[in-house]
């Protein structure tokens, strides 16, 4: 009920190449979906979030497209640069304390 | 890193030793958390706290303790070390906004 499964593990992408980065839930009680990305040696940075209420929220050349009925979200990536390799995860938040629920992580690999 | 700073960034200790780590922050947040990253398993929240001197398990709390005695400080403690906790370790701050997070740099513990 509290996981948030994300696929796949890792990804490697030609340069102007579309990445996609799924997650699916269970509790339907989670409101509110936040991508996160890590660069090496940092630690994550928050870079888009979608609440449900939205399909789809666009961010530059970040994309989030949400779909309640099958408790799944999902991160494009267009026209993926070197730049954009970097680990990925998606989280759903929770209770109270605005706690996060984390995917185990997409390691993004964009080849020049 | 919106104004956290963790210490020690890198530590060696030997299984059965105590170690504390510290997150301080200059934003004023109320939410802080303590957060393990280990490959395959994401980031698993092991203790948070909603203000001064309230805190709360998460997922992964067994052999950890924390303590904020002040706004600004967040100490996770290892009581005993063990080769399991060998990690890196996130702080992360939230305030208003539930959901986003700021994370620190990390520490990476070594138990030998």
């Known amino acids: 009920q509290q996981q948030v499964k994300q696929s796949p593990q890792s990804l490697i992408v030609q340069k102007g190449g579309i990445s996609i980065i799924n997650c699916a839930y269970e509790?339907?009680?989670?409101?509110?979906f936040p991508w996160y990305q890590q660069f090496p040696g940092k630690g994550p940075a928050l870079l888009i979030a979608?609440?449900?209420?939205?399909s789809e929220k666009k961010e530059g050349r970040f994309t989030i497209s949400f779909n309640k009925s099958a408790k799944q979200f999902s991160l494009h990536i267009m026209d993926s640069q070197p730049g954009d390799s970097a680990t990925y995860f998606c989280?759903?938040?929770?209770?109270?304390?605005?706690?996060?629920?984390f995917g185990e992580g997409t390691q993004l690999t964009v080849n020049p | 890193d919106a104004g956290i700073t963790q210490s020690p960034r890198h530590k060696v200790t030997e299984t059965g030793t105590p170690v504390t780590l510290r997150c301080h922050q200059t934003e004023n947040h109320r939410y802080m958390y303590w957060y393990r990253q280990d490959p395959g398993h994401g980031l698993r929240l092991i203790h948070y706290?909603?203000?001064?001197?309230?805190?709360d398990k998460g997922e992964v709390s067994d052999g950890y303790s924390v303590s904020r005695s002040k706004t600004e400080d967040f100490l996770l403690t290892l009581e005993s070390a063990t080769s399991s906790q060998t990690s890196v370790y996130f702080c992360?701050?939230?305030?208003?906004?539930?959901?986003?997070?700021?994370f620190g740099p990390g520490t990476r513990l070594t138990v030998t």
């Open positions: 509790n339907t009680a989670f409101d509110y």
């Open positions: 992360a701050i939230s305030g208003d906004r539930r959901g986003e997070q700021y």
């Open positions: 979608i609440r449900p209420d939205v």
């Open positions: 989280a759903a938040r929770m209770g109270s304390g605005s706690r996060l629920t």
């Open positions: 706290s909603y203000g001064v001197k309230d805190t």
